[in-house]
């Protein structure tokens, strides 16, 4: 590869990492009828859905996507909640994506939540908070392939 390519690669990547995040509309916000107006939030807010899918998690599947949190007290209630009905998962492109749209959601505990984020609006309680949104630009890439192949992300 010439050094051309190769600097015109390594930002490809560089930009990829930074402008992406990777969200679901939870089973709860999704049974209380709230899809169009989380969606409408994320719009408005200047992000682009680049993949988008409306499907239900499968036990494994929720106990893989939330591995991390295998040893909390929680995870058990975790994985019930996350697998007992449809969720839309979406990849969204923005500048600054993963931090910009941890400050749309709010808080984990919809309590804590500042006024107008989507968990403020949308959540009812710290298991049930509506959305999840990737917390890192490495977490972000991994759930984003957890959910699309490449022909599904445009
Ligand atoms: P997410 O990863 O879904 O975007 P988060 O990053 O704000 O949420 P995490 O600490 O990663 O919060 O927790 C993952 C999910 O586990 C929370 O969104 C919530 O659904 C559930 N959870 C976290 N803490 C608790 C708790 N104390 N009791 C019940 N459920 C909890
Ligand atoms: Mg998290």
């Excluded at 402008?19 to 969606?39: C, S, Y």
């Excluded at 409408?40 to 682009?48: P, Q, Y």
């Excluded at 058990?76 to 994506?97: H, Q, S």
């Amino acid at each position: 590869m010439s050094c051309g390519i190769k600097r015109i690669f390594a930002q490809n990547l560089i930009e990829m990492s930074t402008n992406r995040t990777f969200t679901m509309i939870k089973p709860d916000a999704v049974e209380n009828g709230h899809i169009g107006g989380i969606l409408d939030k994320i719009t408005s807010a200047g992000f682009k859905i680049v993949a988008m899918k409306y499907t239900q998690l499968s036990k494994r599947d929720a106990q893989e996507f939330y591995a991390i949190h295998k040893e909390r007290p929680f995870f058990g209630e975790l994985v019930e909640f996350m697998t007992r009905g449809p969720i839309v998962a979406a990849i969204l492109e923005k500048d600054n994506a993963v931090e910009d749209f941890r400050a749309l959601i709010g808080a984990t505990n919809p309590a804590d939540a500042a006024e107008g984020t989507i968990r403020k609006m949308y959540a009812t309680s710290i298991g049930e908070n509506a959305v999840h949104g990737s917390d890192s630009d490495e977490n972000a890439a991994i759930e984003g392939a957890f959910h699309f192949s490449g022909r599904e992300i445009f």
